[in-house]
């Protein structure tokens, strides 16, 4: 014999469930934002830091004198920078180097012969090797606080213009 359950009790018994339901519901959409706020707090202490990087010259901008190279801020946190380096000609190949200034002092050792900065008297944080025409390069650094000078060294272009300074703060 099957047993129905009166129509007060079915209806009692399913406002409690949904009661309930309601209850989990919306403590589910309270704790959400706590819970996603909390996952992306530590995603961010580990997640770097992006610096836009393009690499200009007339090939690019007739109207340019000289050669480019400029950043899109230029003062970041220390720790992971990823540097997305564009280069931005039609025909000339660029690089992107990194160097630690010893001080406020931009001046490196240069070159007159070879018409480049001396790498080997630098202490490089990135070299990014050559970047040919119309290629975008990724490359992230752990970075500690201090002044770096971002340069291109190919062959007369760090006099050409193509330097930018960058402060990493703690």
């Known amino acids: 014999m099957t047993h129905v359950a009166a129509p007060q009790a079915i209806s009692a018994s399913c406002r409690r469930r949904k009661a309930g339901a309601t209850y989990l519901l919306t ?18 202490a580990t997640a770097s830091k992006v610096i836009a990087v393009q690499l200009l010259d007339a090939t690019d901008d007739p109207s340019m004198a000289g050669m480019q190279l400029t950043i899109d801020q230029d003062t970041v946190p220390a720790g992971p920078i990823t540097f997305a380096v564009t280069n931005r000609s039609k025909s000339v190949t660029h690089e992107l180097l990194v160097v630690k200034l010893p001080s406020q002092d931009p001046k490196l050792p240069y070159d007159e012969k070879d018409s480049k900065v001396v790498e080997g008297k630098l202490t490089k944080v990135v070299d990014s090797d050559d970047i040919k025409p119309g290629v975008k390069k990724m490359i992230t650094v752990v970075m500690k606080p201090g002044d770096y000078l971002l340069i291109c060294n190919q062959a007369g272009q760090y006099l050409a213009g193509m330097r930018a300074t960058l402060t990493v703060i703690k």
């Open 27 to 44: 403590a589910v959409l309270i704790a959400l934002p706590i819970i996603g706020t909390a996952f992306s707090s530590a995603g961010a």
